[in-house]
């Protein structure tokens, strides 16, 4: 080292005879215990969404509801007969992995709109390559759930935590979801959604507001 301290540190010993040392052991067991902790958390609608994209990824099967579900998965009612937007996102080691929903439903279920916005999450979203099937493991999911969209007057009707918003400028539309880590004001919201839309910061917009119900 040049200017610092350097030193080096030999194990005395087998790890095998010090179990608490073999720290690679350790936290592949901590992970993998965590792993189960979550997997056993997670709500009907997120299980839903893990089973669809792990189908897919793993053998590009697609599951057909409700043939296809497991025997401890019972899907609430509203599942089958609703219809709504919504919007799945992916995690990974904190940082997102993949996010693609739908403002409006497009499918006959909200059952069947978690199941194709999980693929599309997946495989489909621009800005990161596929997810492969020895990520599936490591990936956390949320479900958000949209309310129809109202159109409102401007800004000062927005409240960062409580409702996401819709940026649109003639066929440019940009979406933000709400309450998301890291957008604390009401004007990143919007400027974060004009880029997503690609409408310039002194384009004239129209602005929307909807809330979710959010599913982990």
């Known amino acids: 080292g040049v200017g610092y301290a350097v030193a080096a540190f030999t194990p005395c010993g087998p790890e095998r005879s010090c179990p608490k040392r073999d720290y690679l052991n350790v936290y592949e067991k901590a992970r993998a215990h965590e792993q189960s902790e979550r997997r056993a958390s997670e709500d009907p609608y ?42 799945v996102s992916l995690k990974k080691d904190g940082e997102l992995r993949g996010c693609i929903g739908t403002i409006a439903p497009t499918r006959e279920s909200l059952a069947a709109e978690i199941c194709a916005n999980a693929v599309s999450a997946a495989v489909h979203d621009p800005r990161f390559a596929p997810v492969r099937a020895d990520e599936l493991d490591e990936l956390v999911y949320d479900v958000d759930v949209l309310s129809p969209p109202e159109p409102i007057e401007g800004p000062e009707q927005l409240d960062v935590r409580r409702y996401g918003v819709i940026v649109q400028s003639g066929d440019l539309r940009g979406l933000l979801l709400p309450d998301l880590a890291g957008v604390d004001t009401v004007e990143e919201q919007v400027r974060i959604a004009r880029r997503k839309g690609n409408i310039g910061a002194r384009e004239k917009v129209q602005l929307w507001r909807f809330e979710v119900e959010r599913h982990v």
Do not use: I, N, S, Y
């Open 46 to 87: 997120v299980r839903l969404a893990r089973l669809t994209l792990e189908t897919h990824v793993r053998d590009g099967g697609r599951v057909r509801l409700p043939d296809d579900l497991p025997k401890d998965l019972t899907l609430p009612d509203e599942l089958a007969t609703t219809r709504a937007g919504c919007f």
